[in-house]
């Protein structure tokens, strides 16, 4: 969230933590704008912030090519906050995972590309709502060339990834490039907080002992997502020098 209260103090630290695979969550809605409210009026409230209706949103993107050009360059503001950290670009998600709109994914795509985007999150889980409508996000992104999760484990318990569903997520994920989903962080209310989460408890789930070990038990390669991009790049690099 590059226009978060908190990002200037989240960048100091993830400078300091070079292993840190980090990425760009974009803000589309419900959040603070990059640009100015004036240079996307469509896109925000009589109090300056993005809209909240995602819904009517959605819907009126489809039919208003001005809102689309608004939105476009928010996203590419974003991006271009983002470069300005210097932190390498793992990967790219949205609020409310507001980038399966498949007008939004395609600005995402086409905005990314020109810095360096390589990964995007599917929010496809296994049995969950989302992953139906995750055809058309996936196709998209196939065909952009960008790595994306075979699975994400946890949103169906969004805000509530306790310990006990963190080993569980990790004794039975599918097999691939599979992502655990979580919401980390030292306090359970702060500015934005999502109520109901129990952000202490998921970031204590991370670093549990237990849950440490099952990682281990399962050896599975873990990283970010640009780990996953690097390898399949150096085996299709591998396969055209032996073809």
Known sequence: MVSGA??????????????LRVGLHLVLLEGRPTLRPQQIPDLVGANGMLRADMVRLA???AGRPDMRRQLQ??????????ARTGLPLDHVNAHKHF???????????????????????????????????????????????????DAVVGLRW??????DRVLSAI????????EIYSHPATADRFTGHARG???????????DPEVVAAVRRSRRPT?????VASARARLSAAGNRRA
Do not use: N, W
């Open 99 to 149: 980038h399966m709109h498949p007008i939004v994914a395609a600005q995402v795509i086409e905005v990314g590309r020109h810095f360096g985007m390589r990964a995007l999150r599917v929010p496809r889980e296994p049995g969950h709502v989302m992953a139906r409508g995750c055809a058309v996000l996936a196709a998209q992104a196939r065909r952009a060339g960008l790595v994306t999760p």
């Open 6 to 19: 908190a990002a200037d103090r989240a960048v100091a630290l993830a400078r300091k933590l070079p292993d």
């Open 73 to 82: 360059r928010e996203i590419a503001a974003q991006f271009a906050a983002f």
């Open 59 to 61: 819907f009126e993107l």
């Open 197 to 207: 989460y129990r952000y202490r408890d998921e970031l204590a789930a991370l670093i």
């Open 171 to 178: 004794e039975t994920a599918p097999s691939g490039f599979v």
């Open 223 to 227: 990283g970010g997502y640009a780990d």
């Open 158 to 163: 969004s805000g509530k990834m306790t310990r």
